[in-house]
């Protein structure tokens, strides 16, 4: 992490939120622990500043232990010619903001509490979660969950991701790092830099190894909630094996992930509801993540009216494109298998032509090597053919003792063979 990045220690934003330290920082922005002298309690402020394509604005002198220190302002400024990409950027930061801004009742999610301009960028306040992450947490745990509690852990963070696809958004980041516990011990979902709003295009997309989707790296514009499927699917795979899903670009080139029931001891229906979920082909995973959960035991029934409006509304947002995907693909797929079958009758007809000439050079290969292996068998079938044919077919002229020349001919005859 680059600390000439970071706020100071004490930097006074919107006059009431005062830092206090960097918890994170990823491609996006950077993540401080700060007190709200308002309401006198912690909060965590995320800053937008896409590490790309920004900068602060030099670095000033300050007065440390005795003597001066160089440290970096707070003002921050995009890069030349990045600015048009800069405020976009920015704005979509903002307007996430506003989406999730109060939402203290969904569970799983950590709620908004503020969001302001200020230094040239934007920053978002909000609840503090003092953790652990779950990334911690399985080392804790020494890389291994139970399937129940693993359920039981992910249950809310379900719940979080069904609220977020259904006003239209996938956060595009799951990741042990990015699911964090609160007091209770219920994880909740963090850090929306890299989530794709799908009223915007995004231009910037963040890979985080195997928790990422293929077609974050490959076909940005068939993100949507399937690519969370994959990427909690990832994360809930780990937690079961303390083993990683590799990255989603070699399991396409060839795909090493191991069958649940070799990795660990969980049951045939988790095994098929990852190995669905953790599918490469988009057509062939969840469309949501609550029609995942609908396959998983411990589903609450208290939260099935709620569940069947999330369902309504993320199918009304992102029906038309999973449509558009999946018969887009299934077009490809007959298109290939028409080229395959007209290429598999062009392989046909070669084949034929040249099975007719190996038997046409085998029959003459053959035929030379039965006269050189048998020829008085040969010699006898080519006479008695020949006998057979002038029997049938008499000659006009024939040498007889009785003919003129009949001696001469013999003569010659013995002359060349005897």
Not at 98 to 126: C, H, P, R, S, W
Not at 264 to 273: D, H, K, L, P, Y
Not at 294 to 318: A, G, H, L, P
Request: charged fraction near 30%; glycine fraction near 6%.
């Amino acid at each position: 992490m680059e600390k000439e990045n970071w706020l100071l220690e004490e930097t006074l934003l919107h006059e009431k939120y005062q830092i206090k330290k960097v918890l994170g920082q990823g491609g996006f922005g950077i993540t401080y622990l700060a007190y709200d002298q308002t309401l006198q309690q912690n909060v965590a402020i995320k800053e937008y500043f896409p590490v790309k394509i920004v900068r602060r604005l030099g670095n000033t002198l300050r007065k440390g232990q005795g003597e001066y220190e160089l440290s970096a302002t707070a003002m921050v400024y995009p890069q030349n010619g990045q600015e048009e990409k800069y405020l976009n950027g920015m704005q979509n930061f903002l307007e996430e903001a506003q989406v999730l801004f109060g939402k203290f009742d969904v569970e799983g999610l950590a709620a908004v509490k503020d969001y302001f301009e200020e230094n040239g960028t934007a920053y978002i306040v909000m609840e503090y979660l003092s953790g652990p992450t779950l990334q911690e947490y399985e080392k804790e745990h020494k890389g291994k969950i139970s399937e129940k509690q693993a359920e039981i852990l992910l249950e809310p963070v379900i719940n979080a991701l069904a609220y977020i696809h259904s006003i239209g958004i996938v956060h595009c980041d799951i990741s042990p790092d990015n699911l964090i516990f609160n007091k209770e011990g219920q994880l909740k979902l963090i850090d929306f830099g890299a989530a794709k709003n799908k009223k915007k295009e995004k231009e910037e997309q963040y890979c985080k190894g195997g928790y990422t989707a293929p077609e974050q790296y490959l076909e940005k514009e068939f993100v949507g909630p399937w690519g969370d499927v994959y990427s909690l699917c990832a994360v809930w795979y780990e937690m079961l094996t303390g083993i990683k899903v590799p990255p989603a670009v070699e399991r396409l080139q060839k795909d090493r992930l191991k069958n649940m029931t070799m990795a660990s001891e969980v049951s045939e229906q988790t095994n098929n509801i990852l190995k669905k979920g953790l599918s490469l082909e988009i057509q062939k995973r969840y469309f949501s993540v609550l029609n995942l959960s609908c396959d998983i035991k411990s589903n609450m029934e208290s939260k099935e009216e709620i569940t069947k409006q999330y369902m309504k509304d993320t199918r009304f947002v992102w029906g038309t494109l999973w449509l558009q995907i999946t018969t887009d693909i299934n077009e490809r797929d007959i298109s290939q298998e028409k080229k395959w079958l007209s290429r598999r009758k062009i392989r046909k007809g070669i084949y034929a032509v040249g099975i007719v000439l190996l038997l046409f050079l085998c029959g003459i290969s053959g035929r030379e090597y039965y006269i050189r292996s048998y020829p008085q068998q040969y010699f006898t079938y080519k006479a008695k053919q020949k006998n057979d044919y002038y029997i049938l077919h008499p000659r006009d002229k024939e040498y007889t003792t009785q003919m003129s020349g009949y001696d001469s001919l013999m003569k010659k005859i013995k002359k060349v063979f005897l």
